[in-house]
């Protein structure tokens, strides 16, 4: 089973590993609950779902509705706690897994079209199939969202889909007030604009800072400055033709300089 | 930031970023053994603390769990690196509100907690000791009886502390009523640890939703709570909190397995794809790493759930109205660490 294909909400029940414990099935009927809810309450908002037995429950909203999710779960359901909300870019980084590559070593860049680089060209193929975790997803950016209802000890995770061309989803900051420097923090971190959100300025950097630093496009500049783990700086040893070997330190010396 | 009228604060809004150092980035280029030295500075008063959710998130995706022995000893631990971090506070406090003494008593017992991380992981602050399916090192030899010695001193630190600040009338005056947050405006912003449990709300991870990994079931302990909601309640809650993780320490060192400290995993760590996100409770409230995981090396997404972003985001609701000294007071009182604010 590949684990990151997510079961839609109607084969909840086929994906769970026939070899669970017998407790851990009672807990997995708990988090179907969740989704039950939240599918009762939402309607069609609630696109998929993903429960992994005894330990989490995942689920996918359509981005209108995101506003009236978080609303259902505080004020409906109990979850009060406000976890973290934050965003996923699920674009291949385009600069290696290290992100050493002097350039783009892939053509996903075509997904974004913002960014207009050589590598475009030869990206005819369509942009690059987009890996997306639990409880699936069609868009390069995801929303992503953390609830807790600290009475029952349940915690749900909320994703939601957002187009690339208008990276835009409705404040949660009127319901969790703790969403409020969260939002701050995705919309510089990842670009995303909060609609409603009373007090949009950047949180942690300056107010002239150009990119979105944690898109997967926004090369690291350490690692594209010398290349992890460093280039390993030894001299190559110096041949017969060479003139002797004793000025090799010198000369080492001198190149650092 | 505030904005003044007279002494009055109309409105006071944090500026963090000062510190920050963008690990959420930096941990995307780490193989998840590297993460652990980054996420160490995180909380650099409670380091080990930190890197424990994060190895456990990883154990979690990988399906490995560490030995009893392993288990053990990182939850000793753990809870030493809450000893050296909110000892700090119960001194802190007192340097805030103007009574001194106490900080120099905090700081003169805190040096024998230190000196047990040290000398068991070789870090005073940054252990980075915690491995993907246990620990490092075995502990050394007479480790455990010097622990117990240090449990002791944070113990008297703990009757100082009630005796020369909690009872002090000045220090009462200062901070009962000062910064009240009602349960539901705390659990909306997010706040967790002792500042939560200081409105009231009975919750604590360890006892709550303790991840596997972590053994706190094999001791008795309880879980304080204050009604109050305000300044005096969160710093009573922490007092306590520590009293109660001296018994800990005292009933897990005494009921240490024997056997492995590493369970089996491959030389070369991948990590196979999914998601997973593991929350434990810190020094400073539920810290927590969602981490995403494509089947490499290093990790394809971290995201880094600090206890103090939101314990801090809160201070623009709860200062409005308040007069300067009471923001000292609060500011002290909800007690945070820079760098677990900007990561």
Known sequence: MNPLSSADTTDETAEAPADEAVETVEVDERRQAVVDQFTELLGDAVVQSHIRPGDDVWIRVTRDAWATTADVARNRLGFTFFDFLSAMDWLPSPFGRDMDAQEDTSGAVAVDDADASPGEADADAGPVALETGYAGGDTRFQLLARVYDVRNHIGVTFRADLPDDDLAAPTWSTTYLGADWHEREVREMFGINFIGHPHMVNLYLPGEFEGYPLRKDFPLLARRVKPWPGIVDVEQMPTDGDEDAGDLRCRRRCRRQ | ?343
């Not at chain 2, 007279?6 to 995307?28: A, F, N």
């Not at chain 2, 900080?103 to 491995?131: K, M």
Request: aromatic share 10%; charged share 25%.
């Open chain 2, 1 to 343: 930031m505030a904005k003044l009228d007279g002494e009055q604060v109309v409105r006071c809004e944090p500026i963090p970023g000062y510190m920050h150092r963008g690990y959420e980035k930096l941990c995307e280029v780490r193989t998840y053994p590297q993460v652990t030295t980054l996420v160490n500075r995180i909380d650099w008063l409670g380091s080990f603390a930190n890197e424990v959710p994060f190895i456990l998130a990883a154990e979690k995706l990988m399906d490995v769990e560490a030995p009893p022995r392993a288990q053990v000893i990182r939850t000793i631990l753990f809870e030493l690196s809450r000893l050296g971090n909110i000892s700090l506070f119960l001194g802190d406090l007192g340097i805030q509100l103007g009574g001194l003494t106490i900080g120099f008593y905090a700081f003169r017992d805190r040096e024998f907690v230190l000196n047990q991380i040290e000398s068991a992981t070789g870090g005073r602050f940054h252990p980075n000791f915690d491995r993907i399916g246990g620990i490092k090192d075995d502990l050394p030899k007479g480790w455990i009886a010097e622990t117990k010695r240090a449990m002791d001193r944070i113990r008297r630190l703990c009757d100082e502390f009630e005796e020369l600040v909690l009872g002090n009338e000045i220090f009462a005056a200062r901070t009962r009523g000062v910064g009240v947050i009602p349960s539901d405006v705390a659990l909306s912003y997010g706040m967790s640890g002792a500042n939560l449990r200081a409105t009231g709300v009975d919750w604590d991870l360890r006892r709550d939703a303790c991840p596997p990994g972590l053994s706190y079931d094999l001791a008795d302990w309880k879980v304080w709570t204050h009604p109050d909601g305000d300044s005096y309640a969160r710093t009573w809650v922490r007092l306590q909190e520590v009293r109660e993780s001296t018994h800990i320490v005292d009933q897990l060192l005494d009921s240490i397995p024997s056997g492995p400290i590493m369970a089996k995993v491959p030389r070369i760590i991948k990590v196979p794809a999914g998601e997973a996100y593991v929350a434990t409770e810190n020094p400073l409230g539920e810290m927590g790493y969602y981490v995403v995981s494509k089947g490499d090396l290093v990790p394809f997404r971290v995201k880094i759930r600090s206890a103090s972003f939101n314990n801090i985001s809160v201070v623009p609701w709860v200062s409005r109205g308040v007069i300067i000294p009471d923001l000292i007071t609060i500011m002290a009182s909800l007690y945070f660490i820079l760098g677990d604010i900007d990561r």
